[in-house]
């Protein structure tokens, strides 16, 4: 079965940093995008981040450029986001997405990240 596990949120102070990791299993890792989606309380969703097979190329939302950075271990089949200079607009449960042909047929069961003013 397709599974992907988000882990590594929590709470921290603003300015705090944080390193979510999502570990991906039933699946050729590798020949996949995969991108970070997070959704604030009583929120929609919001892509954060996006990174193509082998990393070569990322995409960030506007909010978490320069301070989020995305990555890739096809190794250990486990997708990064680092994030610094948290705010508390980041506050959010994020959820790593596999990246299907009509959209993203499968998520991580998500991970809170709650940033603290």
């Known amino acids: 079965d397709v599974q992907l596990q988000a882990s590594g949120g929590g709470l921290v102070q603003a300015g705090g940093s944080l390193r979510l990791s999502c570990a991906a299993s039933?699946?050729?890792?590798?020949?996949?995008?995969i991108t970070w989606v997070r959704q604030p309380l009583g929120k929609g969703f919001e892509r954060v981040s996006y990174i193509a097979p082998g990393g070569g190329r990322t995409i960030y939302t506007d909010s978490v450029k320069g301070r989020f950075t995305i990555s890739r271990d096809d190794a250990k089949n486990t997708l990064y986001l680092q994030m610094n200079s948290l705010k508390p607009e980041d506050t959010a449960v994020y959820y790593c997405?596999?990246?299907?042909?009509?959209?993203?047929?499968?998520w991580g069961q998500g991970t809170q990240v709650t940033v603290s003013s």
């Open positions: 039933g699946f050729t890792f590798s020949d996949y995008a």
């Open positions: 997405a596999r990246n299907d042909i009509g959209g993203y047929h499968y």
